[in-house]
């Protein structure tokens, strides 16, 4: 059993969960993920580690409830347990030996990016963040963004938070005025890493993303995650999460993400019937 020291509402959708969990914390390092169980029957999911203090020994996760298992998860409380929560799984993001690199992250993906980011500020290279948000009252992690960068873009689509467009109107914007990267981290909604690569291909400048689909074992037995990188057959589980953009099948990809939506739309909606006979 895992204790939640400490919970808290980012926005109406998403939510912060700083974990006790001493020997993942020990171990862990920017891009690895853990795989919780709320309950004893509950599902496996998989979180991307958002933070960790080795000293502290504990584990944040940053998750958007869009299901029945994070709905779950959000309905506990501080000071309240999770039942399983194992990792670090997957490599770390390879950042060492990088100067200078452009941090592009979608939506909740920033909470995915932050410990790159904060990362690469430790190890003194020049941080850009491209951070980009449907409105302003989606917003995370602003102030600690603003902490650990040297250029911090904000972009949301409705305008009333930095400037209006998209995450790759400001990353072309950069490119066309000659910035050179030594690679582009894109962390984000499938489609958004997609057109992100698109861009980045046609300059010439390495770009990593990050894939976080579908995950059952974590250890790359059931194949869940298996997605296409350069012809081959990948598990994110193991061979990542972390990809060469350039080289991932994204259509594929989104199309296996789709696989399994009904059957999260009966889990969400289903009430026990034991639950709707009256009592009497």
């Given at each position: 059993m895992y204790k939640i020291l400490r919970k808290e509402?980012?926005?109406?959708?998403?939510?912060?969960m700083e974990i006790d969990a001493p020997l993942i914390a020990r171990k862990a390092e920017p891009g690895q993920?853990?795989?919780?169980?709320?309950?004893?029957?509950?599902?496996?999911?998989?979180?991307?580690?958002?933070?960790?203090?080795r000293e502290k020994g504990t584990v944040t996760i940053i998750f958007q409830i869009v299901g029945a298992t994070t709905e779950l998860l959000n309905a506990k409380n501080q000071g309240e347990y999770i039942e399983d929560f194992v990792g670090p799984l997957g490599k770390e993001s390879e950042l060492e030996g990088l100067k200078k690199v452009c941090v592009v992250g979608g939506g909740v993906g920033n909470a995915?990016?932050?410990?790159?980011?904060?990362?690469?500020?430790?190890?003194?290279?020049?941080?850009?963040?491209?951070?980009?948000?449907?409105?302003k009252d989606l917003v995370i992690l602003e102030d600690q963004y603003e902490a650990i960068t040297d250029h911090f873009v904000k972009m949301s689509d409705e305008g009333n938070w930095g400037e209006k467009g998209l995450v790759t109107d400001a990353l072309?914007?950069?490119l066309e005025a000659g910035e050179q990267f030594d690679e582009v981290i894109a962390i984000g909604p499938v489609i958004m890493m997609k057109f992100v690569c698109a861009l980045t291909k046609?300059?010439?400048?390495?770009?990593?993303?990050?894939?976080?689909?579908?995950?059952?074992?974590?250890?790359?037995?059931c194949g869940a995650c298996r997605l296409t990188v350069g012809g081959e057959t990948k598990f994110a589980c193991v061979d990542g999460p972390d990809f060469d953009g350039h080289q991932v099948d994204f259509d594929e990809a989104m199309s296996r993400l789709t696989m399994y939506r009904?059957?999260?739309?009966?889990?969400?909606?289903?009430?026990?019937?034991?639950?709707?006979?009256?009592?009497?």
């Open positions: 509402n980012l926005n109406p959708t998403v939510t912060l993920f853990i795989i919780l169980r709320v309950n004893e029957d509950g599902e496996r999911i998989p979180l991307t580690i958002a933070d960790f203090d995915i990016a932050y410990p790159v980011a904060k990362k690469l500020h430790n190890l003194d290279a020049e941080v850009t963040v491209i951070a980009g948000f449907k409105n072309r914007k950069l046609q300059f010439g400048v390495k770009t990593v993303i990050s894939m976080n689909p579908i995950m059952v074992d974590g250890t790359g037995m009904d059957f999260e739309r009966q889990a969400h909606d289903h009430v026990c019937n034991l639950l709707k006979m009256e009592v009497k």
